[in-house]
């Protein structure tokens, strides 16, 4: 069984700094590894994935995330945060399929609040 | 708009009423699914189709009843809900052989009086 951990509930920025949001995963096989963006009454929207190519994934709005399987991490990072920045964000792990429908589990979310 | 389509978008329902809320994908996926997102808890995966049937029931109380008639359309019937079901109700689909992850609808806000 695959499970994520997010490091933080809250976090804030001010306008123009780094952004840095954690993931921590734990699963039995090779994973898969998702982040997604949640804007307030919104459905979520694939921000980036790891599929097992290049460790550095990088996304749209200027985020990226680094795979270290080392420290079972899935950071998201963006250089310099803007207003619009400010959403949930999840952190999901995919088990790698067998031929059934691929299942996410989803980690508890980081409320990105970015400060003027 | 995302690709997958999520009606009503704000339901307000008694508790003795009966509702359904209706999902409706057209990206050529085979699998959908349901979850609720209450505040401050994890997103609850509730059900998972593929290719019309259902692979996943997460312990889901009775009064919640998918029903998946093709591999587009998804339901969630409703009936004698309580205040506590008052969530965002969202669906997805994916391409289930694939890793390109879910697509969401914009959710169902649901609140049960």
């Known amino acids: 069984a695959q499970s994520v951990t997010q490091l933080g509930s809250h976090v804030s920025v001010s306008e123009g700094a780094l952004v840095l949001l954690r993931c921590n995963y734990s699963s039995s096989v090779p994973p898969y590894l998702f982040w997604y963006v949640q804007y307030p009454n919104q459905g979520l929207q694939l921000l980036l994935k790891?599929?097992?190519?290049?460790?550095l994934v990088k996304g749209i709005n200027g985020f990226e995330a680094e795979f270290k399987k080392s420290e079972t991490s899935f950071h998201l990072t963006k250089p310099s945060a803007h207003m619009s920045d400010a959403a949930e964000y999840f952190c999901?792990?995919?088990?790698?399929?067998?031929?059934?429908?691929?299942?996410?589990?989803f980690g508890s979310g980081t409320q990105l609040t970015v400060l003027p | 708009e995302t690709g997958v389509t999520q009606t009503p978008r704000h339901l307000v329902m008694g508790m003795t009423n009966k509702k359904s809320l209706k999902c409706e994908q057209h990206l050529g996926h085979n699998a959908m699914y349901w979850y609720k997102q209450s505040a401050k808890k994890p997103l609850e995966l509730m059900f998972v189709?593929?290719?019309?049937?259902?692979?996943e029931n997460n312990s889901v109380p009775s009064r919640f009843s998918p029903e998946c008639p093709n591999s587009s359309h998804l339901f969630l019937h409703l009936h004698t809900l309580q205040p506590e079901d008052s969530a965002l109700y969202l669906c997805?689909?994916?391409?289930?052989?694939?890793?390109?992850?879910?697509?969401f609808g914009s959710g169902t806000r649901l609140t049960v009086v």
């Open positions: 790891y599929t097992s190519a290049a460790t």
């Open positions: 997805a689909s994916s391409q289930g052989q694939g890793v390109v992850g879910y697509t």
């Open positions: 999901a792990v995919s088990d790698t399929g067998r031929g059934s429908a691929r299942q996410l589990t």
């Open positions: 189709y593929n290719f019309k049937e259902q692979t």
